[in-house]
């Protein structure tokens, strides 16, 4: 079928589907808050579409993930009213909503089916049992490794590897001589960058945030393992310059063929894979995130998902959009364009009982990963808080921004990781108690 068949196609199968929502949308134009990855890209392709089905235009406003987040929350909590629909998290959705400052999504269609929502998803997207974000796709984290390279190695990579093992692997993979690094990951600061990627991996090495007295927990001998192995493994088999690095750059160095491992979202797994985007497409596995044997791995969950403002003049036409961009329609709509690999993952529980879906090859490991992360259990000792890369209160965008920079420097060599550690030890303590803890 050609692309403009298939839009057609899926254009009448929307049109005569009775979704109430866009029966009832008026001509209007909506804005569009979101990040630069390559999911959300894709979905603005496809924006033609619905404005053709519902009269509703769209702009979009498309910056990069640390921008995006300062972004939405400067506009929300002065209730700018710069957007419509924002892209937002499992961090900003329950206390936004507990603010009273989103829209509450408890009246999408019985079409839309919200209960096919995985659990995971919609209970990080709530508050107080309702739904304020629905998921455009839904991640962990996941070891993704150049099979070709493993087996020039000598080394077999298990389904639920350890970090001893993956530092060994990524020694025995590294040639500085064909600019492969053994190695890519998130150093860059920003409390989704390269905070989320360490804090889920100190979980791992028995580290926590805080205390249960709300106690800051940097100075401890968790946190300096955690970041020592870090920025050993790194500066051994890393990339030049990966202090710096965050999502996106790590994707186009693994693309490029220059990592033999790279340990991230799972979402990446449809770019690696495909043959477009991807020189190493055919030589891809995956395998669970490391632990260390203390019963944690180092995996996140995580949600990119439309949030309304309650600032907006605009809600049934927001409404609409979330509707057709989050629905099974969309996810078929893509699969008929571009595959099945290349749909929005971690979403939905219907999209992991298709047969279809099932025959991807990193379809169960995302599942799996997905369903290992549990927010409320996240760490080695016991917390105060909800959230396995995030601590699930206002106070810790802030902080962990801060935290993040001191991490950075210290993998840039501008300082040691026991100075950084003290300045995130101070900066923590500092914040929360002038916040009241």
Not at 12 to 34: E, P, R, V, W
Not at 122 to 147: I, K, N, Q, W
């Amino acid at each position: 079928m050609s692309f403009r068949s298939a839009l057609c196609a899926a254009s009448m199968l929307a049109l005569t589907s009775g979704t109430a929502a866009f029966a009832d949308a008026h001509s209007a134009t909506i804005t569009i808050a979101t990040v630069n990855n390559g999911d959300m890209i894709r979905m603005q392709g496809y924006t033609d579409q619905f404005t053709a089905e519902t009269g509703i235009a769209v702009e979009w406003v498309t910056l990069e993930e640390n921008v995006l987040r300062q972004r939405v929350t400067t506009d929300i909590t002065t209730n700018g009213g710069q957007f419509d629909i924002m892209t937002i998290g499992m961090y900003e959705t329950p206390i936004w909503g507990a603010n009273g400052w989103l829209v509450p999504l408890d009246d999408l269609s019985e079409e839309y089916n919200v209960g096919d929502i995985l659990p995971a998803m919609a209970g990080g997207l709530s508050y107080d049992g309702t739904l304020y974000a629905a998921p455009f796709y839904g991640e962990s984290s996941m070891v993704m490794y150049r099979t070709d390279l493993m087996e020039a190695a000598g080394l077999e990579m298990p389904d639920d590897p350890t970090w001893e093992f993956i530092a060994e692997a990524v020694a025995a993979m590294t040639d500085r001589d064909a600019d492969i690094n053994g190695i890519c990951l998130r150093g860059k600061a920003g409390w989704g960058e390269g905070g989320a990627f360490i804090t889920a991996m100190s979980n791992s090495f028995g580290a926590r945030w805080f205390d249960e007295d709300w106690n800051a927990q940097f100075d401890t001998e968790e946190w300096a393992n955690t970041l020592n192995f870090f920025k050993d493994m790194m500066d051994a088999s890393g990339p030049a310059g990966y202090a710096t690095n965050g999502f996106n750059e790590n994707l186009s160095l693994f693309n490029q063929g220059k990592c033999g491992m790279w340990i991230d979202a799972t979402v990446a797994a449809s770019f690696v894979t495909n043959p477009e985007d991807s020189e190493v497409a055919d030589s891809v596995g995956f395998a669970l995130a490391p632990d260390n044997g203390l019963g944690k791995r180092s995996n996140w969950l995580w949600a990119w998902a439309l949030a309304v403002p309650a600032g907006t003049q605009q809600v049934a036409e927001a409404k609409t959009f979330i509707e057709w961009a989050t629905s099974t329609d969309y996810i078929e709509l893509v699969a008929a364009n571009e595959g099945w690999a290349n749909v929005p993952p971690g979403a939905r529980t219907s999209l992991y009982e298709n047969p279809n879906y099932q025959a991807v090859p990193f379809a169960q490991m995302t599942l799996d990963s997905i369903l290992s992360a549990d927010p409320n259990d996240s760490t080695v000792l016991p917390t105060p808080y909800v959230g396995v890369q995030f601590a699930a209160i206002p106070e810790f965008a802030g902080i962990a921004s801060q935290v993040s920079q001191e991490f950075s420097a210290a993998y840039a060599g501008q300082q040691t990781i026991e100075e950084a550690l003290e300045k995130a030890q101070a900066i923590t303590t500092e914040e929360m108690e002038a916040a009241g803890y």
